[in-house]
């Protein structure tokens, strides 16, 4: 809010460099914002898929988990007044990576009711199998 206060101060002031030198930085400060919620959400979604792959089943939750996932992500991601995407299919992916030593951290102590380790369910899973359906998920949301 601050920055916004700002904003309105050097535009009054007639110090237009300044002020678009803070519109960027607002930009980018919504952007981060945007990339964060993604990789939440996406850290939510890869544990529910580590969690059905690693004990070969499924709960209705955990469906249900998933797709509200993907629904937040689609959201959050949606440019809504100029259409398309803030983060495009390689970012997404990249989203992925930094999320899943969280999301596999979490299905540890959730997955075979937190009796294995992390090692454990990373050698029960093809990882990148997971990471793909993800993204193919995710993908697959967009263009719903």
């Not at 939440?40 to 070969?56: F, G, P, R, Y």
């Not at 995407?85 to 930094?98: D, F, H, P, V």
Request: cysteine-free.
């Amino acid at each position: 809010m601050e920055e916004l206060f700002e904003l309105r101060s050097h535009i009054e002031q007639g110090r237009y460099s300044k002020a678009l030198s803070l519109v960027g930085e607002m930009e980018e400060m919504s952007r981060d914002d945007k990339i964060n919620k993604v990789r939440s959400h996406t850290v939510i979604l890869l544990l529910h898929l580590i969690k059905q792959h690693a004990e070969k089943r499924t709960t209705r939750s955990w469906d249900i988990s998933i797709r509200n996932s993907l629904e937040e992500i689609t959201y959050t991601n949606k440019r809504r007044k100029s259409g398309g995407y803030y983060l495009r299919k390689g970012e997404i992916a990249g989203a992925i990576e930094e999320a899943w030593e969280n999301a596999l951290r979490y299905a540890s102590a959730e997955a075979f009711e937190g009796s294995r380790t992390e090692s454990e369910i990373a050698e029960m899973i093809d990882g990148k199998a997971i990471k793909n359906e993800a993204l193919q998920k995710i993908l697959e949301m967009q263009l719903k």
